[in-house]
């Protein structure tokens, strides 16, 4: 998810059209530049804005409501700094790839063999096609106002304004806010998700540590040593974050973010090479789990999918824009079988004994702990990526408010407090699998599903679609909202599970 546009971003010298909100609620330039790395620092570091459309008076794109505009249509400023077709590919894929993919083989134990990788297949190809919407209306309004660029919140406040529902139009700044909450609500959700990956990981290498051997081809049963709740390793860790969270700079982020990168890919090859051996007979798999389970699989799959964010800064950022659909579909087909492959293989390799992070599964050798380390200090880095987006949104207004003098003060104090927060939520709910599928139904499946097919109606309505174009949206964002509704309840049904039956979920095998 690193490289995510904070919704609320304005462009510097770019005349906002009536309507469109300013002022606190959105952390732009006006936000004092001392005491806090304000937005206009966050431009000149590394989210540098570049036009994606030849912006014309006519009003719509060419292409219509039938897709990406045409490849002649765009036009580039600063083309010497913007992204190859290689880079934003990698960007992409790193946009999307993230814990979500080691909970998918205990996904699809919650939905069956074979119709959990039909519906990751499903999810995969919806996901993408709300990609594409949510570019596509972007391009719309780019060429309306004649804008450089829009984030997600602006194109949505854009959206609203076009609506014929006139308490749309006069609320249309609520449009943006809603984006940001949610936008906050899902980049704290994965930093509570790495606070708990980590305690888990770190507390099953530490109690095995004795009984770690140097080969690998065993699986044998090994004696663990008592060791501290994995709760006390989230308030160990707590202030190592807190430290990384200070860190504020994009530069820096990225050399952090690179070797998390290097780290998690080596770590993903040693995992593939162990499960595609000595796979036991599937046969006693059930072809599709039971339904209360597939609310949970619902949740931590789009948890996976949620990469939505990345998509227009992404495209902004290009030499040569009009390849990005392109790369959009080969980004996220690989990303799709990736997903599918190891949440396959990685079901069929445990079977039922699949724990909450395929990683718990894996052998007690050096090797294989080796790779626990390796991906948990990916995780560790991959945290202050995630954190900075929240942190650029709530944290400039609120330094806007104080003394000069006090700025910088306020801002440290601030990331504590949010760094604390995530920690708190992930000592309260120290299920891994639970935290993903929560955070997946209740913030991934608005920005991902819900909002975009709606988006697209807003844009579009008033200049005539066709009903079965608007049947589909409509589709899309009821499948995006009940699973909203279903999979937070059935999160919250296992979460309110006894104690003892928390702690043997959460712990087993460690």
């Not at 006519?58 to 045409?70: D, V």
């Not at 760094?419 to 991902?448: E, F, H, N, Y």
Request: with cysteine.
């Amino acid at each position: 998810m690193a490289g995510v546009k904070e919704p609320g971003a304005v462009e510097p010298g770019v005349p906002m059209e009536p309507g469109v909100p300013t002022g606190p609620d959105v952390p732009a330039d006006a936000a004092p530049s001392s005491g806090a790395m304000s937005t206009r620092r966050l431009r000149s570091e590394d989210y540098n804005d570049y036009s994606s459309t030849d912006v014309t008076p006519e009003g719509s794109p060419p292409a219509g409501i039938n897709g990406f505009t045409r490849p002649e249509s765009y036009q580039r400023f600063g083309e010497s700094n913007g992204t190859t077709w290689y880079q934003t590919l990698i960007h992409l894929l790193k946009g999307n790839i993230g814990t979500g993919l080691l909970g998918l083989p205990l996904a699809l134990k919650n939905a069956g063999i074979l119709l959990g990788p039909l519906s990751l297949l499903v999810m995969g190809v919806v996901a993408v096609h709300c990609m594409s919407i949510l570019v596509k209306c972007a391009h719309h309004f780019c060429y309306r106002f004649q804008k450089q660029f829009l984030d997600y919140g602006g194109t949505v406040v854009y959206g609203l304004e076009s609506t014929p529902i006139s308490w749309l139009r006069t609320h249309a700044v609520w449009g943006r806010r809603v984006v940001a909450l949610f936008l906050i609500l899902t980049q704290l959700g994965f930093c509570c998700v790495y606070f708990v990956f980590l305690a888990d990981s770190l507390r099953q290498v530490v109690s095995s540590a004795n009984s770690t051997t140097t080969d690998c081809q065993s699986n044998r049963t090994v004696t663990l040593t008592p060791t501290m709740d994995s709760r006390l390793y989230m308030l160990s860790l707590l202030p190592f974050v807190v430290l990384l969270s200070f860190i504020q700079n994009l530069k820096v982020l990225s050399i952090f973010s690179m070797l998390a990168n290097v780290a998690m890919l080596i770590s993903l090859v040693v995992i593939y090479q162990y499960i595609v051996r000595d796979i036991p007979d599937p046969s006693a798999l059930p072809l599709a789990a039971a339904w209360k389970t597939y609310p949970l699989f619902f949740g931590t799959a789009i948890f996976a999918f949620e990469g939505i964010g990345v998509v227009l800064p992404l495209e902004n950022k290009m030499k040569n824009p009009q390849q990005f659909p392109v790369i959009l579909y080969v980004g996220m087909t690989i990303v799709t079988i990736l997903f599918i492959s190891l949440g396959v293989l990685g079901y069929l390799r445990f079977g039922a004994a699949i724990q909450a992070s395929i990683t718990l599964n894996l052998p007690n050798c050096w090797l294989y702990q080796a790779v626990k380390l390796l991906f948990s200090f990916g995780i560790f880095f991959t945290y202050a990526v995630q954190f900075y987006v929240p942190a650029e949104i709530i944290i400039p207004p609120l330094v806007a408010r104080v003394p000069e003098r006090w700025g910088w003060l306020v801002n440290l104090l601030l990331r504590v407090v949010l760094v604390g927060i995530t920690c708190a939520l992930a000592i309260l709910i120290p299920r891994l699998d639970i935290v993903i599928s929560l955070v997946g139904s209740v913030s991934s499946s608005a920005l991902a599903l819900i909002f975009p097919p709606l988006l697209e109606i807003a844009t579009y309505y008033t200049e005539g679609m066709h009903p079965l174009l608007i049947a589909k949206d409509v589709l899309i964002s009821l499948f995006g909202f009940v699973g909203f509704v279903v999979g937070t309840y059935e999160a919250l049904v296992e979460l309110a599970m006894p104690a003892a039956v928390i702690n043997g979920t959460s712990t087993s095998g460690q």
